[in-house]
T-cell receptor, first 111, second 112 residues
Framework: AQRVTQPEKLLSVFKGAPVELKCNYS??????LFWYVQYSRQRLQLLLR??SRESIKGFTADLNKGETSFHLKKPFAQEEDSAMYYC?????????????FGEGTQLTVNP | DTEVTQTPKHLVMGMTNKKSLKCEQH?????MYWYKQKAKKPPELMFV???????INESVPSRFSPECPNSSLLNLHLHALQPEDSALYLC???????????FGQGTRLTVV
């Protein structure tokens, strides 16, 4: 079975402060990890995937297999980062991207 | 065109009605998905189609019947739903394999 845990339902920071959204996973094989974001009244969209190792909108995330974590970080939060963030895992299926989502973290960046 | 389009955006139906949700993409993706999302909860996978064939059914009740008429279209037929089936229904598509999924805006379904 695969499981994703996001321990913080709500996270509030001030503009310019660093932000870290935590994600831990449970999976016996080799997972693919993603961060999806949902801005207010917009569709769910991909922010990051671990395999690409990119920095998107200043966010980075590193897969730590030893700690089974994939935390999302940004050194200086902006007000436009306020959104719901979901960590998601795809197992070793070949048919499609069968995503298991965490419960999500609602990030609020205050001015 | 990099969008997944879902219709209708909103749907109210009675428990004896039959209705269908529609989803369309023109990105050449051969995997398509239905997810259900309740308020303040993450999306939960319902069905996966791969090359127009049903590959995963996450033990969804038979009152939900998916259909993939071609590589661009995905339908979800609804019949005899219950009020607890009220939710946001999301369609997504991707390349086959473990890759980025593109989501539609969803259909907000209310069963009365």
């Amino acid at each position: 079975a695969q499981r994703v845990t996001q321990p913080e339902k709500l996270l509030s920071v001030f503009k310019g402060a660093p932000v870290e959204l935590k994600c831990n996973y449970s999976y016996s094989g080799s997972p693919e990890l993603f961060w999806y974001v949902q801005y207010s009244r917009q569709r769910l969209q991909l922010l990051l995937r671990h395999i690409s190792r990119e920095s998107i909108k200043g966010f980075t995330a590193d897969l730590n297999k030893g700690e089974t974590s994939f935390h999302l970080k940004k050194p200086f939060a902006q007000e436009e980062d306020s959104a719901m963030y979901y960590c998601a895992l795809s197992g070793e299926e070949t048919s499609g991207s069968r995503l298991t989502f965490g419960e999500g973290t609602q990030l609020t960046v205050n001015p | 065109d990099t969008e997944v389009t879902q219709t209708p955006k909103h749907l109210v139906m009675g428990m004896t009605n039959k209705k269908s949700l529609k989803c369309e993409q023109h990105m050449g993706h051969r995997a398509m998905y239905w997810y259900k999302q309740k308020a303040k909860k993450p999306p939960e996978l319902m069905f996966v189609y791969s090359y127009e064939k049903l590959s995963i059914n996450e033990s969804v009740p038979s009152r939900f019947s998916p259909e993939c008429p071609n590589s661009s279209l995905l339908n979800l037929h609804l019949h005899a739903l219950q009020p607890e089936d009220s939710a946001l229904y999301l369609c997504a598509s991707s390349q086959v394999g473990r890759t980025e999924a593109f989501f539609g805006q969803g259909t907000r379904l209310t069963v009365v």
